[in-house]
């Protein structure tokens, strides 16, 4: 599939839309252009690969259209500065933060194309604002009992640290080691915090430098001790490409209150695992949403990543480690750019693969892309997930003590999901069926299926020859316009707006329940199924 949008075919159709705020920070907000999270990449692409008249004549005339695009006020910039015509790019950085786009955009991170720019007046005044306070996140994650991680990037290689209170005054913090940010990480470092009491809200401060801008920048609430029983909502979904007037599906996401944020790929349209330049910029643009911003600071985040993360459309990376060779890079930026509890086997076994448990419910995160294979392995059959990590999950499983088990996936489990295309589990059956017959000879009981990919919200029954049904929560339509066909083979199947998936557990029961609910970006409960662990055992 070819995400090269056609500028001739935006334009027309931004044509026949409102003109509007389509930087999300005005008052109005009025239709979009087609695909818009491609059209910046592509101006990217074309100051990339010396092309940055073309750039500037296709932005420019969109800009005729939608005057208060503040997205393409920033590449403009990036194309004067690739010109040299520095006067140009401070004038449109200027008119980039006049319509609303956040300052840090101009600040944040080692490869943006305004390097140039930085010993520029303008620009120094950006950086110095940053110097007691990070320019993306802060960032939650891997939130334990007694523990938790905080993410953060800075403007410049800084020293930072957290400090946590019961109080909002900050008396009798709680305060994590220095950690160093440098070039090496992209400024970006996680800082664990110790010490903390289960079950227990603290107001946290991000220290930059030694200092801060004085205000709390979240806070976070630890969870149960692990194996007890616990009671908890989650979020999750995937399909996260970048349209500013959707970014407030973040907004919502946080107005459900969840106790975690579980992202299950597509959670940034790449699309280009060659050119660090398109990887970091599309990071970088997600993180200075202030409606992420403010979602991450308070829930943790446990991301994995899919195709358009990894590589490219529906693509394999293949059984080796390094080769093609940017698979380890891309893994590299990946774990620059998020909080998890570890990836994979480390830099020795590289992936976005994981487990965590929040009270008694364990997680399992796979990896569906950097060791997919499509041609038969020794036993003579493709594999998504490769042997190794193969032989992870088994053991995963096999040692879990979690009364329920969530195996989430970036690709749909149940066959009928996208028809007879090869790209979800129904391309790797007798892998798929390998899992499914483990857990029932292995008598794991409490299995919850979750997954992403598909830009709707579904329900999933799979019955198996051996062992109890299995149900699938789906969704992956967080932030994305373009829409896929609802199901009529699933139980519920949802896509006329933008969705995520809202899961409330509850194991203090003596038979614990796990509802399924699917809600609005505008907050409306479209659908709900509520499950028993009873039901998800043999009897």
């Known amino acids: 599939m070819n995400h090269r949008l056609a500028w001739g075919c935006c334009l027309l159709t931004a044509l026949t839309l409102l003109a509007g705020d389509v930087s999300g920070q005005g008052k109005k907000k009025k239709k979009i252009p087609g695909q818009y999270k491609r059209v910046h990449q592509n101006a990217l692409s074309d100051i990339l690969n010396g092309k940055p008249e073309k750039a500037i004549e296709s932005l420019n005339r969109l800009l005729e259209t939608l005057p208060d695009d503040a997205e393409s006020r920033y590449m403009l ?3 004067y500065t690739k010109l040299g015509r520095r006067d140009d790019a401070v004038a449109q950085v200027n008119k980039a933060i006049d319509v609303g786009l956040p300052a840090e955009r101009f600040v944040a991170g080692t490869i943006t194309g305004l390097e140039p720019l930085r010993d520029h007046e303008a620009l120094k005044k950006i950086e110095k604002s940053f ?3 990070p320019v993306h996140g802060p960032m939650l994650g891997d939130v334990r009992a007694r523990s938790a991680k905080v993410w953060v990037r800075t403007a410049v290689a800084s020293r930072v640290q957290v400090i946590a209170s019961i109080a909002k005054d900050f008396s009798n913090p709680v305060r994590s080691a220095v950690v160093e940010t440098s070039k090496k990480t992209d400024f970006t470092a996680e800082i664990p915090l110790t010490g903390l009491k289960p079950l227990t809200t603290y107001h946290y401060r ?3 430098n030694g200092d801060s801008d004085g205000k709390p920048d979240g806070t976070l609430r630890t969870f149960h001790e692990q194996g007890k029983p616990a009671k908890f909502r989650l979020a999750f979904g995937g399909g996260a490409g970048f349209v500013p007037q959707h970014e407030r599906s973040w907004t919502t996401i946080q107005q459900q209150k969840p106790d975690a944020l579980l992202l299950l790929g597509d959670n940034t349209y790449i699309d280009d695992p060659k050119t660090p330049a398109m990887q970091h910029y599309c990071y970088y643009r997600r993180q200075s949403r202030p409606e992420f911003r403010s979602l991450i600071a308070s829930v943790p985040v446990y991301s994995i990543w899919d195709d358009h993360d990894f590589g490219t459309n529906d693509c394999s990376g293949g059984p080796a480690l390094n080769k093609p060779a ?11 750019n998020w909080v998890n509890p570890y990836y994979g086997g480390g830099d020795a076994q590289p992936g976005c693969n994981y487990d965590f448990y929040l009270g008694d419910v364990h997680f399992v995160m796979l990896d569906g892309r950097y060791y997919r294979n499509l041609k038969p392995e020794d036993n003579g059959r493709s594999s ?3 042997p190794q990590q193969r032989a992870w999950l088994k053991k995963t499983v096999r040692q879990s003590k979690g009364r329920l088990l969530v195996l989430c996936s970036p690709v749909p489990w149940v ?7 090869r790209d979800t589990w129904n391309g790797f059956r007798e ?4 899992i499914f017959d483990f857990l029932a000879d292995n008598n794991v009981k409490g299995v919850i299926l979750m997954s992403a990919d598909r830009h709707r919200s579904d329900l999933w029954k799979i019955d198996r020859e051996k062992g109890y049904p299995l149900y699938e929560f789906n969704s992956s339509r967080l932030t994305n316009q373009h829409v896929h066909p609802t199901m009529k083979q699933a139980m519920f199947s949802y896509n006329k707006k933008q969705s995520f998936g809202v899961v409330d557990i509850d194991t203090t029961l003596a038979d614990p329940t796990i509802k399924y609910t699917v809600v609005t970006i505008d907050g409306e409960a479209v659908h709900s199924r509520t499950l028993k662990r009873s039901q998800l055992t043999d009897r």
Do not use: C, D, I, T
């Open 415 to 421: 066959f009928a999901a996208k028809g007879n295309s």
């Open 206 to 208: 991000v220290l930059v």
């Open 77 to 79: 910039a990036v194309a």
């Open 131 to 133: 110097e007691h306070r």
């Open 326 to 336: 940017w698979k380890q890079p891309v893994y590299r930026v990946f774990r620059n």
């Open 431 to 434: 892998e798929r069926n390998e």
């Open 384 to 386: 998504m997930l490769g």
